[in-house]
């Protein structure tokens, strides 16, 4: 009797992954603060165009690659969390896009029902 095999369906990036939590278009102020390569702490204002409990969609003027860890802080309630870079978009006029993921985030981060 002939044995079916199972298809192996290969894993992706994070990002591929089926996301976790609601998403919701919001433009919050956020400040980036990161090591640069030579070791010096640099720090940015930015802005999300979509958050969710667990990350957001952020643009950034800077270059930075994937996996680059960072503090992110939220400018409206002053909240802040480790956070690293899980994909990076296309550069546009206002700078590139990021998906950022929070690690161990607070689930009102945000301030919004998510």
């Known amino acids: 009797m002939p044995v079916r095999q199972r298809?192996?369906?290969r894993l992706g990036s994070r990002h591929h992954?089926?996301?976790?939590?609601?998403?919701?278009?919001?433009?919050?102020?956020v400040r980036l603060g990161w090591?640069?390569?030579?070791?010096?702490?640099?720090?940015?204002?930015?802005?999300?165009?979509?958050?969710n409990p667990y990350g957001c969609m952020v643009v950034l003027a800077h270059s930075l690659d994937l996996e680059h860890r960072?503090?992110?802080?939220?400018?409206i309630s002053n909240a802040s969390n480790a956070a690293v870079i899980v994909w990076k978009g296309n550069r546009r006029p206002d700078g590139w896009?990021?998906?950022?993921?929070l690690i161990a985030p607070e689930?009102?981060?945000w301030g919004l029902e998510l």
């Open 107 to 109: 689930m009102d981060f």
């Open 17 to 29: 992954e089926k996301r976790r939590g609601r998403r919701m278009n919001s433009r919050v102020p």
């Open 7 to 9: 298809e192996i369906k």
């Open 35 to 51: 090591d640069d390569e030579s070791g010096n702490r640099v720090s940015a204002e930015a802005h999300t165009r979509v958050v």
């Open 97 to 101: 896009e990021y998906g950022v993921e």
């Open 70 to 75: 960072l503090a992110l802080t939220n400018l």
